[in-house]
């Protein structure tokens, strides 16, 4: 690649003086002129009807100045299938169900007022695991279906399958097999910033929401959608975003929280904050997609795969949100990781009196990973191979179609394997395994790898995976840029910034980027799918060309020098041959301008990536480029207590182009610590319904003396898509964490652990169980 | 939402004049660092707060002969940095270092630790280990306590509801004396305990165990004295059947039961596992000093 | 019953009136508009909340306001300079990619300065335990730890 200026630097972040000194305004922290604080009562039933709801009291209590419950709004149906409401009326089918919202001057009186709100319950029995679920006499959880029409059972019509090539013949082919089970549990995002909204309306009743969501514009739609059946048609819904405290998926969907908001603004006429506890945030914010998974894999004799077959129960909980879409996700690395010709896959959904899932980083892929790399280290085992060269051995290559009909154009990740194996010192530890030295009294040293496909160039998961860019230039050199993407930690608006400085030739601190608000800035489907870098740095590219040609037209006009002979470099503009020659962007620019028939410069884009929805066989090229890596980890089990300490984490990423190493280290730091957590000590305890943890006490995300010595790898395979290369990297980085971890306890202690999170006491109790079975 | 009085008095006799004043709705409080959060969860109700946190009377760790005093209201931090703890009693340092996080060391206080009564309390196995008594105070006077007969129940002790904790009184541990603590957790920091093991062994010329404490927490209703324990450990020759039988021992006196942050089983099992490691670090310690 | 209390917040004499259930993250957000300290949990497991109080890093939202009658305050907003130099340990964060969405920030340049005020040259695992009660849910910390090491080494002379 030709010499760059920004591309490829560690540039620190255009927000990071903001952040440190304490100025980044977030939701908790906004407020509007005349503010109400809103307040949302839950159930504490999991299951129950309600009889009568009295709010009489808390309406009269001084400085109160709403008080709604489900018979007092309109029916606006939330959730991908339309399930959900705001609040809930006639029953409540979850503890985290909203029963009745507050307004007030101050969140003092609010809180008081939830609790002078009277609620008459009449438990009913509830159902807790998809199983009880599906069993012939299990209580209805919804006994109508969104249309209206009587449910028969708690099965969700929604059943995802997969077949490609034909599994019947992979069987055949097969002269291995290994059949396993897998489990994975409830986990919570944790954002530091908990989830909150303002909702204003202005005089016309048109909506203002200040807001951490993720999906401004999908988000105006729900909103709109809400105003409409408060009787406000064709009014306009403004987003403006604040900075958001952490993100990871759980700002994907439009919450009940955010409508209620909406509700009470409309109520009172003023403007209303909701701002969740932490307590709440734990309760009210959806978890990731828990998993119940059967897996059989085979291989032939001389150690291909032939096929992959997975079958899942998943949990819905008690409403549907994109937890029971992630099969679309988990999907992926069952097709696509490494190459296996057959395949199938079922997904089942059944309702439960549970929390429900939602969209959380990776949506769907550590789950699937988890089985599928577990699945891996098994099946090597049958057949006589080494972790390390099965893998190899079937690892996808570039240019290639997968089963899915992925096609896969970069790829590294058999370098991300040979390095993680290298940066694990993967042979010497087989050495020493062999003569008994990974052995100490009573603590024991293993090994264990996983790798992982997944969606790298956008992902076509709604009618559009576009992107919309404007670009304009004042008088003195500056450029803004209109860009409908969302910052939520991960750095990409500071990256685009990079891009766009590169691409258009200024200096970097000529450019700024507008991206908080719908007023001003173009549509894009979303800050997820790790698609942000590639789409909105793709669309700078495609709008900054554009702009590029104006200006260096107007230079030639002005210079008397063609447009091909001229440069425009850190915001200077001269003719190749004589560089001498320079003149400050910001000169043409005003000459321009200040002319008879002037002009201004400006541009835009719209970049919609050339991907493709799933056909109907669920099949299709969801992404412009696909990401792969592979985790390493060398750990220490204490054998009597069960305790695992983490000596080695290697993280090797084809991330396709580094556009700033110091970030995508980050990331990858980042989601090896989350993937660490969710192995090994993460979970949102729920029993009978009933969160037993839900507070950070006792739901345990690692500190800073939890230390996992990670080592990013980054590989570079500039994929030809991919804004100089580029591909996605922000939930790569947490999907192999748990297989390799179980991978590496295997390897130490010969127990293969199936149910995340691996805590010490599961570990030492199959480690009992072992030891008796040997005896 | 729960009102309250907040009050600041800078002496003890002033303290005791507003907890007489206010009577059973008016609480004690130090570093806030447990009541604030039980404040907040609804689980706590009260009148007023008469804080200690600016009492000299209960700061300061010293030694008076053969005993050492250490003040209620030295904050974890503080002793942390006392150079009477850090040498003579590194079986507190070992509970003190691992609890909470550095911001809140910086706030609670030993005797709010005491006072807590938690089982998982921390600083009590070590302060079982080292015979303290807690010296009590109310408008009445002093009494002392000793502190394995301190805890009735959970959350619960044997202070009389307008006493507060003044100071924690221990004998300086000899020279032939050694002791370690223990905390198993689920994370290295932030974390309350699955089981709390404290042991300290006073080691006879001929290398055997003449004296021996031991108590956990985390495994019963209070933090326990395991008196079974060291019956079998006091006379023993050291070595890995006595640690057995000491472990066997252990899971007699103790109660362990399953929650949130492990099964009775897992706790059960820990205290097989850990107790003779605790035992030989004490014991080493013993030597060392020799 | 609001009392009136005085104190130094950020080397500047300051006085408020507090009633007794407010905590000092409340007093600092809600009556003195600095908003860097922030409410991640409301019961001292996050250290989101983190500011220093007479040279000790303390979770504000434990610590009533009252108790700070007198006492000197030191939050994120004292630290850099009037003519907006940041501070090295602000410059740290900012130059080694510490700071994703930022929302821990705060809090946890507020431990690592009271850290270094006392401690010049921690070691690593003097910094992790400066920080153990910092949770960060983007980072992974190691960049944190990292700026921490390389603002200790410049505020030292050393880099």
Redesign the interface.
Known sequence: MAELNYVGK?I??C????????????I??RKRPGMLYGAILYSPHPHARIRHIDVSKARALPGVRAVITGEDIPDIPLGFMKDNRPLKKGKVRSVRDEVAAVAAIDP?IA??ALELIEVDYEPLPGVFTPEEALAPDAPLIHEVDPKGRPRKDNRLPLVWELKCGDLEEGKARSRYTIRERFSTTFVS??????SGVIAEFDLEHNLTMYSVTQIPFLAQNDYRAALEALGLKDRRVRVVCQ??????GSKLDTHCYEFIAILLAFATGKPVKIQF??EEEFRAQPTRQPTLTEIAMGCDAEGRLTFREVRMLLDNGAYTSWGATTPSVMMVPISSLYRVPHVYYRAELAYTNNLYSQAFRGYGNPQATFAVESAMDLLAAEAGWDPVEFRLHNANQPNEVTPQKFHITSCGLKECIERVRDGLGWEEHQRRKATGDNRRGSKVRGMGLASLIHVGGGARVYRSDGHGMMMKLDDFGKLSVFTGAVE????TISTLRQVVAECVGLRLEDVHIVFHDTDLCPWDVGTHASRQAFISCNAALACGRKLREKILERAAEQLGVPAEELELKESRIYPRSKPEESVPLAKVLRRAHFAPRGTILMAEAFYDPPNQMLDKELKGNLSCAWAFGCHGVEVEVDT??GQVRILNYQAAHDVGTALNP??L??QI??????GTGYAL?EEL?LKEGQI??G????Y?????????P?TPIIVETHDPAGPYGAKGIGEPGCVPSAPAIANAIYDAVGVRLRDLPM???RL??ALREKEKQAA | MLRYQYLRPSSLDQALEMKAAGGPQARFVAGGTDVHVLRRAGRLEFSALISLRRLPELKGVRAEGDTIRIGAGCTLSELLQEPLVRQELPILCDAVKVMGCTQMRNLATIGGNVMSAVSSGDTIPPLICLDARCVLVSAQGERRLPIDQFFTGPRQTAAREDELLLALELPRPAPNQGGACLKLGRRAALDLAVVNLAVMLERGEDGGIVRARAAAGAVGPTPLRLHRTEAVLTGGRPGPELWQAAARAALEETQPWDDVRASRWYRREMIKVLLPRVIETALERAEAKA | MKETIHFVLNGLEVSAEVAPHHSLLTLLREQFDLYGAKEGCGVGECGACTVIVDGLAVNACLLPALEVDGARVETIEGLAAPDGTLHPIQQAFVDLGAIQCGFCTPGMVMSAKALLDHNPSPSEEEIRTAIEGNLCRCTGYHQIVEAIKHAARNLQGTE
Do not use: W
């Open positions: 560690r620190p972040r927000d990071a003086q903001a952040k440190v000194t304490g100025r980044a305004v977030y908790n922290d003092d809180a008081e995002h944790c954002c530091l910033g908990t900075t958001i405290g952490g993100g990871f506890s932490r939520i930690g991960q750095g009597e207590t110091m970030f280290e980050g730091y980042g989601a090896a610590v989350m000590t305890v037993l943890n507070n950070f006490t006792d345990k995300l690692l500190t800073a003396k939890d230390v996992v990670v805590t010490p006491e030492l109790k």
